[in-house]
């Protein structure tokens, strides 16, 4: 099982660039989360999606993010235009439907915006 | 008030000694409970989940206590390799919502 994949493991922006981070979940897994984490706020869940669908994305900071999940096996979060403020360590996570079995996390995309 | 709290730490603390944390949660109705470790730099990783009746795994013991709403996590005879952050999870509906974690440092 090659877990979680996220890609790029690092990535560093200029302000106002348009970053695109990418992810491909465990195979099987119906659930799909992105974090972002700071020291300063922790793990912060932005976005999760049930059978490729958003379910709750009250989490996304403002409209300078978008994420989508064209397939199963694939999913994007998007910042347009990337600002200092965004640099953090962002996560995906899978899992099976529900809480009961915990989240497998990515490796993370280690985001500089500057 | 957050969701999940913790104490952040650091915990320092000798090689073979026994260290505890506790974490509290928010919600009542909440049912999934977890204990991740996020080392230096890395993904979170699934430590253990934590039953009602309380549970082991080799020198690490959770416990649940529902009344009072928190979750503890018993680490004996600590080794070098125990130093990480320990994140107390809990779910909210339909998610899992992650405290900020706590520091151990174990140190020869």
């Known amino acids: 099982d090659a877990g979680v994949i996220q890609s790029p493991r690092h990535e560093v922006t200029e302000m106002g660039q348009e970053v695109t981070l990418r992810c491909k979940p465990i195979s099987g897994h119906n659930s799909l989360f992105w974090y972002r984490q700071t020291m300063m706020r922790g793990l912060e869940l932005l976005i999760y999606?049930?059978?490729?669908?958003?379910?709750?994305d009250s989490g996304m900071p403002e409209d300078r993010f978008s994420a989508k999940m064209p397939n199963a096996s694939f999913s994007t979060l998007k910042i347009q235009p990337s600002e200092p403020r965004d640099s953090a360590v962002y996560f995906c996570a899978s899992s099976f439907p529900g809480t009961g079995s915990g989240y497998t996390f990515g490796s993370g995309t280690r985001l500089t915006v500057v | 008030r957050k969701e999940v709290e913790q104490d952040p730490g650091p915990f320092n603390v000798p090689e073979g000694a026994t260290v505890a944390f506790n974490c509290t949660y928010s919600?009542?109705?909440?049912?999934?409970f977890f204990w991740y470790r996020q080392d230096c730099r890395k993904e979170p990783k699934l430590l253990m989940s934590?039953?009602?009746s309380g549970n082991e795994d080799g020198r690490f013991t959770a416990q649940l206590n529902r009344a009072s709403q928190y979750i503890s996590l018993l680490i004996r005879d600590s080794k070098l390799s125990d130093s990480a952050t320990y994140l107390c999870?809990?779910?909210?509906?339909?998610?899992?919502?992650f405290g900020a974690g706590t520091i151990l440092r174990v140190k020869s």
């Open positions: 934590v039953y009602s």
């Open positions: 919600n009542s109705a909440s049912q999934s």
């Open positions: 999870v809990v779910n909210s509906g339909n998610k899992l919502v």
């Open positions: 999606f049930n059978n490729n669908v958003p379910i709750d």
